[in-house]
């Protein structure tokens, strides 16, 4: 770091923000994969580490988008800004196709539209006290623990112990079968993600009910992001944590339409921020989470573009539904393949049964990132070393089923050649 004797009179940072980690993982893979395809030019590497969608849009929704630019075009049906919150055309129609169609009771004024799921789980921060004792699950999606080190939630960084001192990490392992469960102390906000990225498991209705309870209990707050909803296979799964009765005084739901729809560029998501929802000021004072959160939004988001809108509210409909749900069948083919194979050639294989990842442990005692070279260097695949997401994840790797179903079963054939 820089310093220069007249730094006291120059703006000031937020200095959480120099307590972040570097992004190491991604760039990593990166390297790695680039230097090997330098030392050996004519590989043909396949690349199942990607959690990105291959797209294309659906045809309802590319119909949607083409219309919605037509309006543009044209004086009378020309849209300028939007309501901040969605326009209550989509927010009604996310209440009824995604909620009250599975008999979970929503009221369109609980439904905040949003560009993406990313966007809201930071944001929502703004709405939290920083004083506020955070629980994560571990492995873990990163963007959880970094924008609570950027609110000044996570305390220091404890080397030694590579944690984080004010998080409470909730180890998931072979041991739990990858599902959190309530901790014995007290966590005012909890972060679960079912299904779960990066290691492609669901936690079922008893294994959330637990959660809910806990959290009505203690007074808890869960972040509930299920950006991976639409790839849920199993009956006793979960598709929206209102299922579980009294989910809604005690959680918040992100969703996204990235994964389910090929909306990774387009950008659109949404958060259900319940009526029932409470939590309490400085003063001591009950204020309601959908008051504030409509506040922030208001004050710091000028709405979803109208063409994603469209879009995404073609996917609201029996027929995008259809279509969507038929390019995810395509996905889950891909993660039953990569797990049955790898299953066979004798490695532990998880997940990949309600997502669209599978979580697979190294074998003879390999680290993440020596199962990673093993892979690149021998088959020409690349994954995601575990032990990115999280101390948990040291010893794993995780295989994406977002891959061409054509290349993923050359990847797969590569590998199940050897003995592993
Ligand atoms: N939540 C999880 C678990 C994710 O894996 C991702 C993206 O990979 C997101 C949220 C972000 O989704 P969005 O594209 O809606 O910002």
């Known amino acids: 770091m820089r310093r220069f004797f007249y730094c006291t009179k120059m703006v000031r940072v937020n200095s959480n923000f120099c307590l972040l980690r570097a992004g190491y993982l991604f760039t990593e893979i990166v390297n790695r994969t680039a230097a090997y395809k330098q030392a050996h030019p004519e590989a043909d590497i396949i690349r199942l580490g990607i959690g990105d969608v291959p797209g294309p849009l659906v045809p309802c929704v590319i119909e949607a988008m083409h219309r919605a630019v037509e309006e543009q075009a044209d004086k009378r049906t020309f849209h300028g800004y939007g309501l901040e919150q969605g326009p209550a055309w989509m927010r009604e129609q996310i209440a009824a196709f995604d909620y009250q169609r599975l008999g979970i009771a929503m009221d369109a004024d609980e439904v905040f539209v949003s560009d993406g799921a990313g966007s809201d789980l930071g944001n929502l921060s703004d709405i939290l006290g920083t004083d506020n004792r955070v629980a994560i699950t571990d492995p873990v999606y990163p963007a959880y623990v970094d924008t609570n080190v950027m609110a000044g939630r996570a305390g220091e960084w404890q080397e030694e112990a590579g944690q984080w001192s004010r998080l409470l990490m909730l180890p998931c392992n072979a041991e739990n079968g990858f599902c959190p469960v309530p901790p014995a102390e007290k966590a005012d906000i909890i972060y679960l993600c079912s299904p779960n990225n990066p290691t492609g498991i669901a936690m079922n209705k008893v294994q959330l009910q637990a959660w809910v309870d806990y959290a009505r209990t203690n007074r808890s707050l869960i972040i509930f992001d299920s950006a991976y909803e639409a790839f849920i296979q199993s009956p006793d799964v979960p598709h929206s944590i209102y299922e579980i009765e009294g989910a809604k005084e005690c959680a918040i739901e992100v969703r996204s339409f990235s994964k389910t729809a090929g909306f990774t560029g387009i950008r659109c998501g949404y958060t259900i921020v319940p009526k029932a929802l409470y939590g309490v000021n400085d003063k001591g004072e009950e204020v309601s989470l959908n008051a504030l959160w409509y506040r922030r939004q208001c004050t710091k988001y000028n709405g979803t ?116």
């Not at 994954?383 to 948990?392: R, Y």
Request: with cysteine.
């Open 305 to 420: 573009s109208i063409i994603s809108l469209r879009g995404a509210q073609a996917v609201l409909t029996e027929e995008g539904h259809e279509q969507v749900m038929a390019q995810i069948a395509g996905y889950m083919d891909n993660a039953r393949r990569i797990r049955e194979a790898l299953s066979e050639c004798g490695l532990a294989v998880y997940g990949g049964t309600d997502g669209p990842y599978v979580w697979v442990r190294a074998p003879r005692g390999m680290g993440s990132w020596a199962f990673f070279d093993w892979l690149l260097e021998e088959c020409q695949v690349v994954c995601t070393p575990g032990v990115g997401f999280g101390n948990e994840g040291e010893g794993y790797v995780r295989f994406s089923a977002f891959g061409d179903p054509k290349r993923t079963e050359e990847a797969i054939g590569r590998i199940v050649n050897y003995e592993l």
